[in-house]
């Protein structure tokens, strides 16, 4: 079915894990651990509570509270070191959720209530919270990732000195005869 909102909502969300999961592959094990000051996340504490948000969130979103009484967020703040393995396991187990959840939505659904912490929302306001959450979220992971890779950090983006040459390509690709 055609669901221009949530084709955009479902783009979003995988440019979002695509921009986390390429910082995430950038560092070791041990740097996943790394804090940049005493009261910071590390990026294994950032997948820990955003994969712990999107099981919460996500399961039976549109039949029972965001907020599920066995979820304990405090605790995915904790420095419980887990393997690489383990870890991206639980993000995975997030991300699914999350467009099991949406993807059989249409654009007719997103003025259907949920609610989150007894509060009602929309399903696009409550979709819309959650784009920006991760999105925060993905945005701490590659800062960090960044910081610590230093000079042997992969940029995700345009390198710098190389917008223009970017911007040409891009213009030729628009420009170029479709098949």
Not at 41 to 53: D, E, K, W, Y
Not at 107 to 134: G, M
Request: aromatic share 8%; net charge negative.
């Amino acid at each position: 079915m055609d669901s221009p909102i949530l084709d955009v909502v479902r783009d979003e969300l995988q440019k979002i894990k695509k921009l986390a999961d390429k910082s995430i592959a950038q560092l070791d094990d041990d740097q996943l651990w790394v804090t940049l000051d005493p009261e910071a996340n590390s990026v294994a504490i950032l997948i820990r509570h955003m994969a712990g948000n999107m099981r919460s969130r996500w399961t039976d979103f549109r039949t029972t509270d965001g907020e599920k009484p066995d979820r304990h967020r405090d605790q995915e703040f904790l420095n419980d070191r887990l393997d690489r393995g383990a870890l991206l396991a639980e993000w995975e187990d997030g991300w699914r959720r999350v467009f099991e959840a949406i993807d059989p939505l249409t654009d007719a659904d997103l003025q259907d209530v949920v609610y989150v912490r007894q509060e009602p929302h929309s399903i696009y306001k409550a979709i819309s919270r959650q784009i920006a959450h991760y999105a925060g979220h993905a945005y701490q992971i590659l800062f960090i990732a960044k910081h610590l890779k230093g000079a042997g950090w992969k940029t995700l983006s345009v390198p710098r000195g190389q917008s223009e040459e970017f911007n040409r390509r891009m213009l030729t690709k628009a420009h170029a005869p479709q098949s």
